[in-house]
């Protein structure tokens, strides 16, 4: 199964996969304006998902103009989900008129298992040096939309300002990754 | 939630089943679209759409406000449980 996972204070695994588009992101290739790298595992059948998926959205619109790099990334088995293969990863983005972001395809689930990525969604935060400095959950609930992915904005705020963030780590709400 | 509406409809507990679908052999007998799925006398209490595949997986509800939820709105199982008792 997974390797043990990250902890706040460790370096980035390496990160290369495409988008629906076919590009492929590496973690590697941020600009020096980028400030802080949020890598975010979602996918397109999870309730979790889809309940936190405008405020991901908001929140990568809200931080693009301070140089905050936002990749989801999809890493479930499609072949028994078939509602996230790449095809439907593809007609979702372009249903939904294109995301402020990539959406990654994680096919052989390395890239999950070397983050230790457990659900959909789990939210890991990176400082301009790619060090962890959050890791969990968007906000406090679901459920609420007024809480707008809080503690994501609050970890972000804190790595562009140079600070720790007083949150560092919460637990990961949602769907298992659906492991092959 | 489900146990809080049935004893406010006076439903006794005991006439809550819970069955755990555990493979994907389970999934197809039962007809199981994902988790919860919450029946009343048979009836799903939000029935699935015909697009929504039978597996384990998670169920994708939508509240009546419009909300996506892992979890059927609380009036439709209030709804599901008088109609249950209706019949």
Redesign the interface.
Known sequence: MNEPGMAIGDKAPPLALPDTAGQVHELGESSPETTATVVYWTCN????A??WHERMLDAARDYSDRGVRFLAVNSNDAD????DSLEAMRERVGAEGGWPHPYLHDESQAVARSFGALKTPDVFVFDSGLTLRYRGAPDAD??D?SQGASWLREALDAVIEGREPERPESDPVG?SIKWR | MLREEMAAAGIAEERLRVTEIETAEDAEQSDFPGSPTIRVDGRDVQPPGLEEPIGLTCRVYRRRDGRISPLPDREDIREALRRGRER
């Not at chain 1, 059948?45 to 979790?48: I, Q």
Request: hydrophobic fraction near 20%; aromatic fraction near 14%; proline fraction near 21%.
């Open positions: 059948h999870c309730p979790y889809l309940a028994r989900y078939p509602a679901h459920d939309p769907c």
